[in-house]
């Protein structure tokens, strides 16, 4: 079983920066692939980045040289940097682990099908 609780979340202005981290509660071989996720108001669910256990990363088109996805397996957390936000970017981020990763054009599959553990979710919000 994998915990897993999301941090760093708040506003900002469009072009603005934030990091958000997550932290995983316990480890176990269910955590091979991490990735972040996001849900905007009003639509579904989707994949923005994931990393898997041997440092390779893979990112949306929609986010790709604006976020980066990094990792301390050491401190059990994941990061995403998120640069030159925009308004299309706020919503509810969610980190998600697997023992495997899944991806649909460069983007985690945001699925608990795929992605069988989440953690609770933290709030963006970009302002224009």
């Known amino acids: 079983q994998v915990q897993l609780v999301e941090s760093g979340g708040g506003s900002v202005q469009t072009g603005g920066s934030l990091r958000l981290s997550c932290t995983f509660i316990?480890?176990?071989?269910?955590?091979?692939?991490l990735g972040w996720f996001r849900q905007p108001p009003g639509k579904e669910r989707e994949g923005v980045a994931a990393?898997?256990?041997?440092?390779?990363?893979r990112y949306a088109d929609s986010v790709k040289g604006r976020f980066s996805i990094s990792e301390d397996r050491l401190a059990r957390t994941i990061f995403l940097q998120m640069n030159n936000l925009q308004p299309e970017d706020s919503g509810t981020y969610y980190c998600a682990s697997a023992q495997v990763c899944h991806y649909r054009n460069d983007a985690p599959r945001a699925s608990e099908s795929y992605f069988p553990y989440w953690g609770h979710g933290t709030q963006v919000t970009v302002s224009s």
């Open positions: 990393i898997v256990s041997d440092g390779s990363t």
């Open positions: 316990q480890f176990s071989h269910a955590s091979k692939c």
